[in-house]
């Protein structure tokens, strides 16, 4: 099992900037990519970045590339989520999830899941 926690959510102001974080723990080396998903109310969730444990490129949604950046600490098993120039459409409850490399984009790939964080972006 791995066990995901994020922590970082809150409001902010449109242009703000947050950063999140998802400590992971236990068998974590079953996994190979850990990534942000975002669900707002009334709608599907959404992939926004991932980023593999061992290397390799960075994942983002077209909505936040240039805004936010995805980054990992592989000595304290953390991975952040810096958020910049947010927009109300940003308002979602995040997510982190770990999983396996394939299909980054979709829930499909991962498979243990934190309870999210909520962000508000008050316009």
């Known amino acids: 099992q791995v066990q995901l926690v994020e922590s970082g959510g809150g409001l902010v102001q449109t242009g703000g900037s947050l950063r999140l974080s998802c400590a992971a723990s236990?068998?974590?080396?079953?996994?190979?990519?850990i990534g942000w998903f975002r669900q707002a109310p009334g709608k599907a969730r959404e992939f926004v970045a991932a980023?593999?444990?061992?290397?390799?490129?960075?994942y983002y949604a077209d909505s936040v590339k240039g805004r936010f950046t995805i980054s990992r600490d592989n000595a304290k098993n953390t991975v952040t989520l810096q958020m910049n120039s947010l927009k109300p459409e940003d308002t979602a409850v995040y997510s982190c999830?770990?999983?396996?490399?394939?299909?980054?984009?979709?829930?499909?790939?991962?498979?243990?899941w934190g309870q999210g964080t909520q962000v508000t972006v008050a316009s």
């Open positions: 999830a770990a999983g396996q490399y394939s299909n980054v984009p979709s829930t499909t790939a991962y498979r243990y």
């Open positions: 980023i593999s444990w061992t290397g390799g490129p960075t």
């Open positions: 236990g068998r974590t080396f079953s996994t190979t990519i």
